[in-house]
T-cell receptor
Framework: KAGVTQTPRYLIKTRGQQVTLSCSPI?????VSWYQQTPGQGLQFLFE???????NKGNFPGRFSGRQFSNSRSEMNVSTLELGDSALYLC?????????????FGPGTRLLVL | EDQVTQSPEALRLQEGESSSLNCSYT??????LFWYRQDPGKGPEFLFT???AGEEKEKERLKATLTKKESFLHITAPKPEDSATYLC???????????FGKGTKLSVIP
């Protein structure tokens, strides 16, 4: 099976802009989660979607939003970018609901905000 | 609030020198404990899932164990290619998010 894919792999934006990141889960997985990874804070949970519904949301401002499509693909959007949003954004998918809660991660999108 | 603490933060081993990494956690009802390995600039790579105290999983030179308060990742006769950051995470009852520790950076010297 193909793994989790994320596009783009690298992005450079300027403060105030917005950005959309995309994630394609492992085939058959209906749960997609997003995480932000920075050297100072480590891996922090953003939100999780299952069958197009957001089930969990982390402690991030409303500038961070996401959605999931009927084919389980997911996007996250960050509006009004700030310097502190520079990070590695990771997407993970799981077969949640089948008894296996393991999350499998993609390679990440490296976002640099100037 | 779910919490994960990993120790040590960094560990240097000679090739062949076995050791253990610790992950202590607090959670209201554990759904699962997960170990990952992460290489620089890459996404975390799944290693093990543990669901209940007393459970053990093995893969090549790695063995993960779980108690009600902590998990250990034992590395037997490590090789330089085992050098990476090892991450521990938990999922609590009624939650679909993972809470991660800060990781242990392992360096294996030839």
């Amino acid at each position: 099976k193909a793994g989790v894919t994320q596009t783009p792999r690298y992005l450079i934006k300027t403060r105030g802009q917005q950005v959309t990141l995309s994630c394609s889960p492992i085939s058959g997985h209906r749960s997609v989660s997003w995480y932000q990874q920075t050297p100072g804070q480590g891996l922090q949970f953003l939100f999780e979607y299952f069958s197009e519904t957001q089930r969990n949301k982390g402690n991030f401002p409303g500038r961070f939003s996401g959605r999931q499509f009927s084919n389980s693909r997911s996007e996250m959007n960050v509006s009004t970018l700030e310097l502190g949003d520079s990070a590695l954004y990771l997407c993970a998918s799981s077969a949640s609901g089948t008894g296996d809660e393991t999350q499998y991660f993609g390679p990440g999108t490296r976002l640099l905000v100037l | 609030e779910d919490q994960v603490t990993q120790s040590p933060e960094a560990l240097r081993l000679q090739e062949g020198e076995s050791s253990s990494l610790n992950c202590s956690y607090t959670v209201s009802g554990l759904r699962g404990l997960f170990w990952y390995r992460q290489d620089p600039g890459k996404g975390p790579e799944f290693l093990f899932t543990l669901y209940s105290a007393g459970e053990e999983k093995e893969k090549e030179r790695l063995k993960a164990t779980l108690t009600k308060k902590e998990s250990f990742l034992h590395i037997t006769a490590p090789k330089p290619e085992d050098s990476a950051t090892y991450l521990c995470s938990i999922s609590g009852a009624g939650s679909y998010q993972l809470t991660f520790g800060k990781g242990t950076k392992l360096s294996v010297i030839p």
